[in-house]
């Protein structure tokens, strides 16, 4: 009887055993998955701010290119100082 109990226990226990080592894979699996989707996401804010950066500048300079038509300055494409209007 009790070498029945024993058996079903050591059973119980290899049993744990194999789903612990399958949850590890999976969770260094998703571990690995997680860091990469973390630097991907931090690529992507970069490339984000560089974008937000580059969008000022051209509305900056489109406001300016506005300003210099609305006074007058560029006529025929070419603005004073030799610059080419921006379009």
Do not use: F, P, W
């Not at 860091?35 to 000022?56: C, G, H, R, V």
Request: some cysteine; proline content about 0%.
């Amino acid at each position: 009887m009790l070498a029945v109990v024993g058996q079903n226990q050591r059973a119980t226990v290899s049993t744990a055993n194999v789903l612990v080592g399958k949850y590890q894979a999976q969770k260094n699996a998703l571990d690995a998955l997680i860091k990469t989707e973390a630097a991907q996401k931090a690529q992507l804010a970069a490339t984000k701010n560089d974008i937000l950066a580059k969008l000022a500048h051209l509305r900056t300079l489109q406001a300016a290119q506005a300003a210099a038509a609305k006074a007058g300055r560029c006529q025929g494409g070419r603005c004073q100082g030799g610059g080419k209007q921006q379009q």
